[in-house]
T-cell receptor, first 114, second 113 residues
Framework: KQEVTQIPAALSVPEGENLVLNCSFTDSAIYNLQWFRQDPGKGLTSLLLIQSSQREQTSGRLNASLDKSSGRSTLYIAASQPGDSATYLCALLPVETSGSRLTFGEGTQLTVNP | GAGVSQTPSNKVTEKGKYVELRCDPISGHTALYWYRQSLGQGPEFLIYFQGTGAADDSGLPNDRFFAVRPEGSVSTLKIQRTERGDSAVYLC???????????FGPGTRLTVL
């Protein structure tokens, strides 16, 4: 069974810092990996999607990488801003469930202090 | 364009009551998913539809939970004889087809007193 772990559970940084959020998974047989952002009391906003054949995706100040051989993905946020404060979730679409359901980590709660 | 919408945004009910939660997916998306998120946890899969049929309902916790999508668009998640442990945020997502990027709605926060 696929397990997804996100470290750290919480992170607090001063504005302007570059930071990395980590996601690890136990089964490399995946279709794709998505990073989401969740604001308090809100739904999930998709940030980046990496297909199984890809190594990374970039959108603005965000860069996500995928290394299936080591079972890891990272989300890099450049020049962090207070508006980046939210919970960040990674989720996998495993092959074992015929590409249907996402398996989520528990998230990293990010606080960017002005 | 319109994203995934869910109604109601909040629902408070008493133990033992019946509730219905509604999801309107993005127009043209054939796949629709329901997840449940408890406080401090990541969402957990409940059920997904491909068109009108439930392609995988293995995440439903017990037979008090049921979902339909009669016309292949709007879906309703139905919970009978609600229990306090059912309190959570219920999230709906849709995708163009399976294996594609999933887009989530704002969720329905269910509180069972």
């Amino acid at each position: 069974k696929q397990e997804v772990t996100q470290i750290p559970a919480a992170l607090s940084v001063p504005e302007g810092e570059n930071l990395v959020l980590n996601c690890s998974f136990t089964d490399s047989a995946i279709y794709n990996l998505q990073w989401f952002r969740q604001d308090p009391g809100k739904g999930l906003t998709s940030l980046l999607l990496i297909q199984s054949s890809q190594r990374e995706q970039t959108s603005g100040r965000l860069n996500a990488s995928l290394d299936k051989s080591s079972g890891r993905s990272t989300l890099y946020i450049a020049a962090s801003q207070p508006g980046d404060s939210a919970t960040y979730l990674c989720a996998l679409l495993p092959v074992e469930t015929s590409g249907s359901r996402l398996t989520f980590g528990e998230g990293t709660q990010l606080t960017v202090n002005p | 364009g319109a994203g995934v919408s869910q109604t109601p945004s909040n629902k408070v009910t008493e133990k033992g009551k019946y509730v219905e939660l509604r999801c309107d997916p993005i127009s043209g998306h054939t796949a629709l998913y329901w997840y449940r998120q408890s406080l401090g946890q990541g969402p957990e899969f409940l059920i997904y539809f491909q068109g009108t049929g439930a392609a995988d309902d293995s995440g439903l916790p017990n037979d008090r939970f049921f979902a339909v999508r009669p016309e292949g668009s709007v879906s309703t998640l139905k919970i009978q004889r609600t229990e306090r442990g059912d309190s959570a945020v219920y999230l709906c997502a849709s995708s163009l087809t399976t294996d594609n990027e999933q887009f989530f709605g704002p969720g329905t926060r269910l509180t069972v007193l």
